[in-house]
């Protein structure tokens, strides 16, 4: 009887930017599906301006972008200044990011009085 034993590991490789790829593509898919949601036809032929004082987040740029791009696929100007538009658009999000979770079955870092301590033993890991 032959017996085969596998052993395998993996690690996720962290970035250093302020986003990964995964969460720029899963942000740049929610963008583009909440804006799927507005109707821009209103501003066709109007001279718009976009207010992005009150847009906070790392994707602010992003966000912004495709903004002035749903605009001006609908044949609107785009204006340098709010007092030059017929319309001014205020960008604002309340929520612009990614989450994550992390698991374990397992015992947790002890320390004990003094200085020991006792390592933590993951038998099982769950990230997400």
């Known amino acids: 009887m032959i017996v085969l034993s596998f052993v395998g590991c993996a690690s996720t490789k962290t970035s250093n930017t302020a986003r990964t790829g995964t ?20 501003f066709r032929g109007k001279k718009v301006f976009l207010e992005e004082k009150y847009l906070d987040c790392v994707d602010k740029n992003y966000v912004t972008a495709s903004d002035r791009h749903r ?51 993951k038998i099982v890991t769950k990230s997400s």
């Open 23 to 42: 969460e720029k593509i899963l942000i740049s898919n929610a963008v583009g599906q909440a804006l799927s949601k507005v109707d821009f036809s209103p």
């Open 71 to 121: 605009v001006i696929r609908q044949d609107a100007t785009l204006a340098q200044k709010a007092d030059e538009a017929e319309v001014v658009i205020e960008l604002r999000s309340g929520s612009v990011g990614t989450d994550s979770s992390e698991s374990f079955l397992g015992v947790p870092e002890i320390t004990l009085p003094g200085m020991l301590t006792l390592p933590e033993v």
